[in-house]
């Protein structure tokens, strides 16, 4: 059983010190917090290239049904979403 004596030091039930460590274990917590910001930096990159116009050709593609009429517009994407997916 272990006792809590200070911040981040526990007391073994044989009455060592032993430090606190993360909640998890061994640097799990730094593989973590590495993938959200590849994640993150990641989406911006695409988020650039969608905003530069790079994907303008998605949404266009053949199989992509697109429909318009003097007071309506249909657009059903199939292939894009398969692409997508």
């Keep these: ?7 981040g030091v ?4 044989s009455g060592h010190r032993a430090e606190a460590r ?13 993938l959200i910001m590849i994640t993150g930096v990641v ?6 290239l969608v905003w530069s116009g790079a994907f303008g050709w998605f949404g266009r593609l053949p ?3 697109r429909i318009e009429r003097e007071s309506t517009q249909v657009f059903i994407p199939i292939t894009s979403m398969i692409v997508a997916s």
């Excluded at 059983?1 to 911040?7: D, P, Q, V």
């Excluded at 993360?22 to 590495?34: A, E, I, L």
């Excluded at 989406?43 to 650039?48: D, F, K, T, Y």
């Design 1 to 7: 059983m272990a006792s809590r004596t200070g911040a």
């Design 10 to 13: 526990f007391l073994t039930a």
């Design 22 to 34: 993360g909640p998890y274990p061994d640097g799990m917590d730094r593989g973590v917090g590495t």
């Design 43 to 48: 989406l911006v990159v695409i988020g650039a």
């Design 63 to 65: 199989g992509d049904i």
